[in-house]
């Protein structure tokens, strides 16, 4: 069965950084595809950022310049160091693994979430 796990999130003052990880365990072939999405009270669950095949990646315009993805295969882990946060970052935070991400099933996939506060 597979999992995601994320973890790293919490509370930063404005202009801080942070960084999330997304481990990936059970019966996996490697993480081929994955991202990051958002989602703020009251508002609509958002794509933040993505990677495909691995090196291909796409950014929510918001988040250009400041958020990076990237896949360490070596240790089934998605990670996503943002830096300069703002108040208007402050969300929970979801991994996701698209269908065939993992190069085994056809699967969506979700992790629980993580919080992000960002706050004076």
């Known amino acids: 069965q597979v999992q995601l796990a994320e973890s790293g999130g919490g509370l930063v003052q404005p202009g801080g950084s942070l960084r999330l990880s997304c481990t990936v365990s059970?019966?996996?072939?490697?993480?081929?595809?994955a991202g990051w999405y958002r989602q703020a009270p009251g508002n609509q669950r958002d794509l933040v950022a993505a990677?495909?095949?691995?090196?291909?990646?796409n950014y929510a315009d918001s988040v250009k310049g400041r958020f990076t993805i990237s896949v360490d295969v070596a240790k089934n882990t998605v990670y996503l160091p943002m830096n300069s946060l703002t108040p208007e970052d402050t969300a929970v935070y979801y991994c996701?693994?698209?269908?065939?991400?993992?190069?085994?099933?056809?699967?969506?996939?979700w992790g629980q979430g993580t919080k992000v506060t960002v706050s004076s």
């Open positions: 990677v495909t095949r691995r090196v291909t990646t």
């Open positions: 059970g019966s996996i072939f490697a993480i081929g595809a």
């Open positions: 996701n693994v698209p269908p065939g991400g993992l190069g085994v099933d056809e699967c969506d996939y």
